[in-house]
């Protein structure tokens, strides 16, 4: 998972944060391109406000031999705003992440909300 923990607005007013960039499940082993694509992974067409935002990779080691995302629905359309990793990890019985990393991306100028052009093969 890849939340923007300061959306739109930086850390001091993030009114609908945490927002989901990215999500992908089922990977296998080392084998991340295999993983299944939750949700798309979208940055430029997000509409962050100017300033710095905090951006958090979190990787979880999922259960075995169980159907995690089956009633996920379209990736596209998921939920991106106020998403609540604590909610959804506990929900799929995902644990503490095992793995994490972040950046603070320095938005120069306030973006405006793009439509996202993602094949079915994006993620």
Known sequence: MTPGLDFPATK??????????????SIHEDQFLSGEC???????AAPYKKGKHRVVFLIYREPDKE??????????????????TTKF??????????????????????????????SPHDC
């Open 89 to 118: 990890s506990t929900k799929y019985r995902l644990g503490d992440p095992v793995a994490v990393n972040f950046f603070i991306a320095d938005i120069k100028e306030d973006h405006k909300s793009r439509p996202i052009e993602a």
């Open 67 to 84: 159907e995690l995302w089956k009633n996920w629905g379209n990736n596209i359309e998921a939920p991106r705003t106020y998403f609540n």
């Open 38 to 44: 939750l949700i798309n992974y979208e940055w430029t």
């Open 12 to 25: 001091d007013k993030p009114y609908k944060a945490p927002y989901q960039h990215w999500a992908v499940g």
